[in-house]
């Protein structure tokens, strides 16, 4: 069974940074597509970046410029480096593996939280 394994969050003022890392393991965890969700508090989760293959990225709009996402196959990992962090980015951060045309696999959350 495949794990995804979220670390990294935390408090942090705004114009901080923060580096969430998610492990994945188990069977099939060599995903075509990982990323990074989010979930604010009253709102709908949203897409942050995605990350498929090695190279071929995609960010939501709202963090183009001050979100990074990168992936170290060698260690089945994931890496969301944030920097410029404002309070409106708080929020759980879900990270995500997906194979193509199949449903993808969670992890359980790590809780961002900027204070202004």
């Known amino acids: 069974q495949v794990q995804l394994v979220e670390s990294g969050g935390g408090l942090v003022q705004a114009g901080g940074s923060l580096r969430l890392s998610c492990v994945a393991s188990g069977i099939g965890f060599n995903f075509n597509t990982m990323g990074w969700y989010r979930q604010a508090p009253g709102k709908q989760r949203e897409l942050v970046a995605s990350?498929?293959?090695?190279?071929?990225?995609n960010y939501a709009g709202s963090v183009e410029g001050r979100f990074t996402i990168a992936r170290e196959n060698a260690r089945n990992t994931v890496y969301l480096e944030m920097n410029s962090l404002k309070p409106e980015d708080t929020a759980v951060y879900f990270c995500?593996?997906?194979?193509?045309?199949?449903?993808?696999?969670w992890g359980q959350g790590t809780q961002v939280t900027v204070s202004s």
């Open positions: 995500y593996g997906q194979h193509p045309f199949d449903t993808p696999i």
């Open positions: 990350i498929t293959g090695r190279t071929s990225t």
